[in-house]
């Protein structure tokens, strides 16, 4: 590795406190525990694939920005492509894990085209990028509100699952479920961090430094989820128990 790229990787370490590697290892170490321990279960693998994807495009992003494979502006369009590429695939596997506990069809079906729109929109603004006079601002910005999108879905779904839990006689022994724990550090890795992608683009232009400090803010809690994941893999009962 030449000089310049471990100058690279130093201050993009540096900047976001060392998260990087910490969030690829817990990526790789859901990934493996949900291969491991699949027990036979669709879910178990469906969440297995998301942080296998999400690992590969993290790391894909990771090495393009160290390397400068497409000079400065192209590294940032690339990281926004691999962001929503994660986006997509992230609300369209938490849409397969929540509506297993969804009982009224109506709710089913909103949540069902509410995916569908999401995703039109995320092929829309990847196609957009593909013809000239789309500026940097204007990609961070739609990028970010489809981020803001994902995390109103996610939030919403987390608390439909709260209410069905509450509402039948599943919310004993609340803390052996896995689905529990999955529902809860979803719903936080998403809600929290809502504010925070609204005012992203201009946080960014007013102080880089607090940008990056939400931007550590959305690791950890991500960092949390695939925690809980992993918790769900090791357990004996099912994971959408």
Same mark, same amino acid.
């Given at each position: &590795? ?7 990787? =130093? ?23 949900? /291969? %491991?321990?699949? +027990?036979? #279960?669709?879910? +178990? ?10 690992? @590969? ?18 590294? #940032?369009? !690339? ?20 509506? +297993? ?12 085209? !509410? ?5 039109? %929109? ?5 196609? +957009?990028? /593909? ?7 204007? $990609?961070?910005? =739609?990028? !970010? ?6 995390? @109103? ?10 209410? #069905?839990?509450? %509402?039948?006689? !599943? ?18 890795? *998403?809600?929290? &961090?809502?504010?925070?992608?609204? $005012? ?23 960092? $949390? ?9 090791? *357990?004996?009962?099912? @994971?959408?128990?």
């Amino acid at each position: &590795m030449n000089p310049q790229a471990l100058k690279r990787l =130093h201050g993009i370490l540096t900047d976001r406190f060392y998260l990087q590697p910490i969030l690829l290892l817990v990526f790789l170490s859901c990934s493996v525990l949900g /291969l %491991i321990f699949n +027990r036979k #279960e669709r879910m +178990r693998l469906v969440l297995a694939a998301y942080a296998l994807i999400g690992g @590969i495009l993290y790391l894909s992003t990771l090495v393009v920005w160290v390397t400068g494979a497409f000079g400065k502006t192209g590294d #940032e369009i !690339y990281e926004e492509v691999s962001n929503t590429f994660f986006e997509a695939l992230e609300l369209a596997v938490f849409y397969m894990f929540f509506k +297993r506990f969804i009982r009224r069809k109506p709710i089913k079906q909103f949540l069902a085209a !509410y995916l569908i729109i999401f995703l039109s %929109i995320a092929v829309a603004f990847l196609g +957009r990028l /593909l013809f000239p006079g789309y500026s940097l601002h204007q $990609i961070y910005q =739609h990028s !970010y509100l489809i981020n803001v999108f994902e995390f @109103i879905a996610l939030s919403v779904m987390s608390l439909i699952y709260f209410y #069905e839990l509450f %509402i039948q006689d !599943y919310a004993r022994n609340l803390l052996k479920r896995s689905s529990f724990f999955i529902a809860t550090s979803t719903f936080f890795y *998403s809600v929290l &961090m809502i504010p925070f992608f609204v $005012i992203a683009p201009d946080v960014s232009k007013i102080n880089h430094t607090f940008f990056l400090i939400f931007v550590d803010c959305h690791y950890l809690l991500l960092i $949390i989820l695939l925690l809980s994941i992993c918790k769900g893999f090791l *357990s004996r009962t099912r @994971i959408t128990a």
